[in-house]
């Protein structure tokens, strides 16, 4: 079982930053790829980032690229997603979550074992 708790989420101006963190308990963290989902009031739940277990290998959704940089420090067991130029359309609830190493880099939620509770970031225009 792996445990995940978000952090870092709140209210900014578009084009501020913000730094997410998923702080995770449990199983060993490092044997586990992580991504990044969103989802916003009346929408699917989306992909924003991954990253392999050694944090060597990492994807981004188009919408993300350039801007948001996903990081994993496995000595702290923590996951971070770097937000830059944040736009009102990236307001939304923010999920970490853990994958099992088959499915390092999946875009698709369902393939995704663990999940965090989320955390809100609202960017007002």
């Known amino acids: 079982q792996v445990q995940l708790v978000e952090s870092g989420g709140g209210l900014v101006q578009a084009g501020d930053s913000l730094r997410l963190s998923c702080a995770t308990s449990g199983r060993t963290f490092s044997r586990y790829p992580m991504g990044w989902f969103r989802q916003a009031p009346g929408k699917e739940r989306e992909f924003v980032a991954a990253i392999n277990w050694t944090g060597g290998n990492t994807y981004y959704a188009d919408s993300v690229k350039g801007r948001f940089t996903i990081s994993r420090d496995n000595a702290k067991n923590t996951v971070y997603l770097q937000m830059n130029s944040l736009k009102p359309e990236d307001t939304a609830v923010y999920y970490c979550?853990?994958?099992?190493?088959?499915?390092?880099?999946?875009?698709?939620?369902?393939?995704?074992?663990?999940w965090g509770q989320g955390t809100q970031v609202t960017v007002s225009s």
């Open positions: 979550a853990a994958a099992l190493p088959l499915y390092t880099g999946s875009k698709y939620p369902g393939q995704y074992d663990y």
